[in-house]
């Protein structure tokens, strides 16, 4: 049997990736001397909302998730990031792999607007690890699964987030529409001959009286 444990050592942008990526550099140790063959994982990621504190902005931003302040004491609870699956090379002891965490823009996930939401600090994480570890030994390769008990805190600081978005998104966010709504917003734009969608979307909300800049 083998006795593995996991920490996460740091976490960096990852500039070159097809889409938003964060690399979380995470370290694993097998205390019981055993050769690890190799270890196919499985990563559950979950944001630990109920861990840290919020600034008053922040908290305007985040009454869509959670409601009214006074109601967090109930509705702050863990939710689910995302999932990351991997393979890390033979090792005997310690080893550490990079786990690339894709980053979603979409406000219709919930991490997305959470995230979004935050100024600073850290966000508070806990990863959930399961999968099979191969061993080999005197009789051969051996397969047992990675014990459901094993995770791991972190504290992700918010500006590795930023830093990530601001490198595939500068200055940027993303909003999903429907194609009609697309349509009305584009026949907004020409017949009011406005150069740019930000500038249509800030005349509507001037319209609307909810411009408050």
Same mark, same amino acid.
């Given at each position: ?19 938003? @990526? /964060?690399?979380?550099?995470? !370290?694993?140790? $097998?205390? &019981? ?9 499985? =990563? ?42 991997? @393979? /890390?090379?033979?090792?005997? !002891?310690?080893? $550490?792999? &990079? ?9 219709? =996930? ?104």
């Amino acid at each position: 049997m083998t006795s593995l444990a996991f920490n996460v050592v740091d976490a960096r942008p990852e500039p070159h990736a097809a889409v938003p @990526t /964060i690399l979380m550099r995470v !370290g694993v140790h $097998e205390a &019981d001397g055993a050769t690890v063959h190799a270890l196919a994982l499985r =990563v559950q990621i979950r944001i630990e909302p109920q861990r840290r504190r919020y600034q008053p902005e922040e908290e305007d931003r985040l009454y869509e998730l959670f409601g009214d302040t006074p109601r967090w004491g109930d509705s702050l609870r863990p939710f689910l990031w995302t999932h990351v699956a991997t @393979t /890390i090379a033979g090792f005997r !002891g310690s080893t $550490e792999f &990079d786990l690339p965490i894709a980053c979603s823009y979409d406000f219709e =996930v919930a991490a997305a607007k959470y995230l979004h939401s935050l100024s600073g600090g850290e966000i508070p994480l806990i990863l959930l690890f399961s999968g099979t570890v191969f061993t080999k030994g005197e009789r051969g390769f051996t397969a047992e699964p990675v014990s459901w008990s094993l995770e791991a805190s972190y504290r992700l600081p918010v500006a590795v987030w930023r830093g990530v978005m601001d490198l595939y998104f500068p200055n940027s966010a993303w909003l999903r529409v429907s194609r009609d709504t697309l349509d009305d917003l584009q026949r907004f734009k020409a017949s009011r001959a406005v150069p740019t969608w930000d500038q249509a979307l800030e005349l509507l909300l001037k319209h609307a009286g909810e411009d408050d800049r």
